[in-house]
């Protein structure tokens, strides 16, 4: 089976949600690490710099990360920007084209893949902790019960 997933925006959400929630938790860290030395300050009376630099790094940090974020979302066209997916019995290939130029391939067994999740309109085949490979479910159709099935087979053996 073969299918096509563009990397448009919202599969771009998709894939970058971990680098979202990187800055959500460095934006909460840094928050706390304020309020924390406002209570100092207000407690102490004293302006510790070195407080406050360690206090605004986090928030800086999840300025800069979501700002990447952002900058990832922009880029991501659709329209020349996509995923060729060739699903066999045990392996899969992937070939990725951005920006209307071959970016490369490659070739993978099911045995490899470590986790597979579902959104509303993707499935996401994790073969390492960060990141997937994406894949439009509305491609697959009927297939996808099929290559679930072929991967859990693959991953017990």
Not at 31 to 42: E, K, M, Q
Request: charged share 20%; net charge positive; with cysteine.
């Amino acid at each position: 089976m073969t299918c096509v997933t563009r990397i448009d925006r919202e599969a771009q959400k998709v894939i970058s949600r971990s680098v979202l929630s990187c800055a959500i938790v460095a934006l909460c860290i840094g928050v706390a690490l304020l309020a924390l030395w406002g209570i100092v300050y207000a407690i102490d009376r004293a302006f510790d710099v070195e407080l406050i630099i360690i206090s605004c790094a986090p928030i800086c940090f999840a300025v800069v990360v979501y700002i990447l974020y952002l900058r990832l979302l922009s880029q991501a066209d659709g329209s020349n920007s996509f995923n060729v997916y060739d699903f066999g019995k045990t392996t899969f290939s992937v070939k990725a084209t951005r920006r209307g130029t071959f970016a490369g391939a490659l070739d993978l067994e099911y045995s490899q893949i470590k986790k597979v999740k579902t959104s509303k309109n993707y499935l996401l085949l994790h073969v390492r902790k960060l990141g997937a490979f994406v894949v439009d479910r509305r491609e697959l159709g009927d297939y996808e019960k099929v290559l679930r099935a072929d991967i859990s087979a693959c991953a017990n053996t």
